[in-house]
T-cell receptor, first 109, second 113 residues
Framework: QKEVEQNSGPLSVPEGAIASLNCTYSDRGSQSFFWYRQYSGKSPELIMF????GDKEDGRFTAQLNKASQYVSLLIRDSQPSDSATYLCAVTGYSTLTFGKGTMLLVSP | DTAVSQTPKYLVTQMGNDKSIKCEQN?????MYWYKQDSKKFLKIMFSYNNKELIINETVPNRFSPKSPDKAHLNLHINSLELGDSAVYFC????????????FGDGTRLSIL
């Protein structure tokens, strides 16, 4: 059974701070790693994907992958109240995309 | 210019009825998916089609039957609806199967009375 674990939160950070969201996965054969953002009542929106060990940066977002530790994280720099949402980690090998249950992020002004 | 569109957005019906949800993508993707997100917000894959062929069928009751008339469409028909079917159903698509980023529709909120 492939599992993706996330702390459900909420993770509360003040505006302008760095938010750090973490995810671990059980399947060592996992190849692709995604972060989705989901606002309440809306659909998941892809914000980052990473395939190789190391860091990948896109604007205020950085995804970090450590396959040896089976760990993937998302850093959000200069957090804004509009970043308040649930962040879903998703992991796949060659077929099924398995989602974690999400971490709720609250950014206070 | 919606990339993945689902209809209807809301569906309220009684137990025992049969209903369908339609999904269309205009991204030119080969692979389409149906997900169920329950009240605890857990998003779980139900089915996946690649170029009209079923490639993933998770443990879903056979009351649920997907149909893909072409690679741009994936519909979901549900027979004999039960209370536990109440959830948000998301359609998604990706360029190909296996590890590609998926793009989601806006979801269909199904409520069973």
């Amino acid at each position: 059974q492939k599992e993706v674990e996330q702390n459900s939160g909420p993770l509360s950070v003040p505006e302008g701070a760095i938010a750090s969201l973490n995810c671990t996965y059980s399947d060592r054969g996992s190849q692709s790693f995604f972060w989705y953002r989901q606002y309440s009542g809306k659909s998941p929106e892809l914000i980052m994907f990473i395939y190789s060990n190391g860091d990948k940066e896109d604007g205020r977002f950085t995804a970090q992958l450590n396959k040896a530790s089976q760990y993937v994280s998302l850093l959000i720099r200069d957090s804004q109240p509009s970043d308040s949402a649930t962040y879903l980690c998703a992991v796949t090998g060659y077929s099924t995309l398995t989602f974690g249950k999400g971490t709720m992020l609250l950014v206070s002004p | 210019d919606t990339a993945v569109s689902q209809t209807p957005k809301y569906l309220v019906t009684q137990m025992g009825n049969d209903k369908s949800i339609k999904c269309e993508q205009n991204l030119g993707h080969d692979t389409m998916y149906w997900y169920k997100q329950d009240s605890k917000k857990f998003l779980k894959i139900m089915f996946s089609y690649n170029n009209k062929e079923l490639i993933i069928n998770e443990t879903v009751p056979n009351r649920f039957s997907p149909k893909s008339p072409d690679k741009a469409h994936l519909n979901l028909h549900i027979n004999s609806l039960e209370l536990g079917d109440s959830a948000v159903y998301f359609c998604a698509s990706s360029q190909a199967s296996g590890g590609q980023p998926q793009h989601f529709g806006d979801g269909t909120r199904l409520s069973i009375l």
